[in-house]
């Protein structure tokens, strides 16, 4: 039985989460919380796992220590709902009766230059005699529709980079578990809780591998100099037709370096529109 078919068999029926489920999840839970308290560390020498696959000029700008947009007083607790929700993920699929071996559990992927990217992954599911790893992402309704509707739809869309993060965690952990292969994402809805299931293709290993690879090459290359931006601004229309501004794209407007990397970046209210939510990040704004 597939995972998606152990899942929905488990929850159609008369749900349960057997005690001792509870208090590993529970551990989980304290171990998750206690995160709360953890200043993020810069200054690493190299990108994690789970930023190597980011676009390519977002790397650059943490390489060179460009400041940051301020976070919000809320992100840490957004942070935590996503820890949260792995840790029901986790219990939902233990009840379910899927054998999880390894929980979190560090890994170091090295490169053939003898260049280490650490990172953690989330699961190592055991299913007769096969090993396959596994990601749990919370994810809003629209991501958990569009970018996780499909392996080829999160493909196209992965400017979190979570292939690479994937591929790069079982080429890492394949060392000590040789039969292991990409399992791929267990999505979760944040607003709706559904759960899916999205199988990555595990021949696509060595073409990520390779893009990992290459990217720690042009990392350890990457100076003041050479920073390209990935993205350009893009026009603005109003019903169809051009307003005269021009605004950061979807990728850009989310990025920490925004404004470092366009310094007349403005934040206005679509003059426009009458939506009191029509703020966007202009590059030029008349
Ligand atoms: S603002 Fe855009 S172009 Fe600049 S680093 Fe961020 S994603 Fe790249």
Redesign the pocket.
């Known amino acids: 039985m597939d995972l998606q078919t152990k899942i929905d068999t488990y929850l159609a029926g008369d749900p349960k989460i057997p005690d001792d489920i509870v208090f590993r999840a529970s551990q989980m839970f304290n171990s998750k919380l206690g995160k709360f308290n953890f200043k993020r560390k810069g200054g690493a020498k190299l990108p994690s796992m789970s930023q190597v696959g980011k676009?390519f000029?977002?790397l650059?700008?943490e390489k060179l220590g460009?400041p940051k947009a301020p976070e919000s007083n809320s992100f840490r607790i957004k942070m935590l709902y996503g820890d949260m929700t792995e840790v029901i993920a986790v219990a939902i699929l233990l009840a379910a009766g899927v054998e999880i071996v390894d929980l979190n559990k560090r890994v170091g992927y090295k490169t053939p230059d003898g260049d280490y990217i650490n990172g953690e992954l989330d699961l190592i599911i055991k299913d007769g005699n096969g090993y396959s790893l596994w990601d749990i992402k919370s994810a809003s309704r629209f991501a958990f529709e569009k970018k996780f509707a499909s392996y080829e739809a999160l493909k196209e869309n992965d400017d979190f980079g979570y292939c690479a993060q994937l591929f790069g965690y079982t080429k890492a952990e394949r060392e000590e578990t040789p039969e292991i292969k990409a399992g791929g994402w267990i999505a979760v809805s944040k607003e709706s809780g559904e759960m899916k299931i999205v199988q990555a293709n595990p021949d696509d290993e060595e073409s990520y591998t390779n893009k990992i690879e290459d990217t720690i090459n042009r990392y350890k290359e990457a100076t003041e100099d050479n920073f390209v931006?990935?993205?350009t601004d893009e026009e603005e229309f109003f019903y169809r037709k051009p307003t005269g501004n021009r605004k950061?794209?979807m990728?850009?407007s989310y990025?920490?370096?925004?404004y470092?990397?366009?310094p007349d970046l403005k934040y206005e209210r679509n003059p426009k529109s009458k939506s009191a939510n029509a703020y966007h990040h202009y590059t030029v704004f008349k």
């Open positions: 676009p000029c977002q650059h700008a460009w931006r990935g993205f950061l794209s990728t850009c990025c920490s370096f925004r470092t990397c366009w």
